[in-house]
């Protein structure tokens, strides 16, 4: 390793999280034992920030303080991947809808009069609608083709 200015060997620094029982421990040290961060921070060679927040976070933990618990920062952040999650797969739903939703002619149900006894009735109205969605299909499927509409 390199020296730096002042002659003696530079901290390692640690990258990455460090475990779960050892943050515990650590901040154990100072909140049972009436230890000082500094002097637990420089024994254990962590950064006193970093030592602090684990303090923090333990006795939010233990009750002692206000604030979210450990355990239900784990359930939000799981929460909140959930709603990404879904809102993508919504997202992929409105554009796939909206994509073959556009080759379909629509059907305008208001244009139709259901005024008189015939077309009143469900099963009639139920054979129209199939009807025009067969129709719209075929539609459809030639215009996919490049077939004129009836010469299938």
Do not use: H
């Not at 901290?11 to 475990?19: I, L, T, V």
């Not at 923090?56 to 784990?74: F, H, L, N, Y």
């Not at 259901?114 to 215009?143: E, H, K, P, Q």
């Amino acid at each position: 390793m390199a020296e730096n200015e002042n002659g003696d060997q530079p901290r390692e620094r640690r990258r990455g999280r460090y475990p779960k029982e050892f943050r515990r421990d650590a901040a154990a040290l100072v909140i049972d034992q009436r230890r000082t961060i500094v002097d637990v921070a420089r024994e254990l060679g962590v950064v006193e920030q970093t030592l602090g927040n684990w303090v923090r976070q333990e006795r939010i933990d233990r009750g002692e303080r206000e604030g979210t618990s450990s355990e239900d920062k784990a359930r939000i952040s799981e929460l909140e991947g959930q709603v990404k999650r879904l809102t993508n797969e919504r997202d992929l739903l409105k554009r796939s809808v909206a994509f073959w939703g556009r080759s379909q002619p629509v059907i305008a149900t208001s244009s139709v009069n259901f005024s008189d006894g015939f077309m009143n009735s469900s099963v009639a109205r139920g054979r129209l609608l199939r009807l025009a969605a067969n129709r719209a299909r075929s539609s459809a499927l030639c215009t996919e083709r490049s077939v004129p509409f009836g010469m299938y």
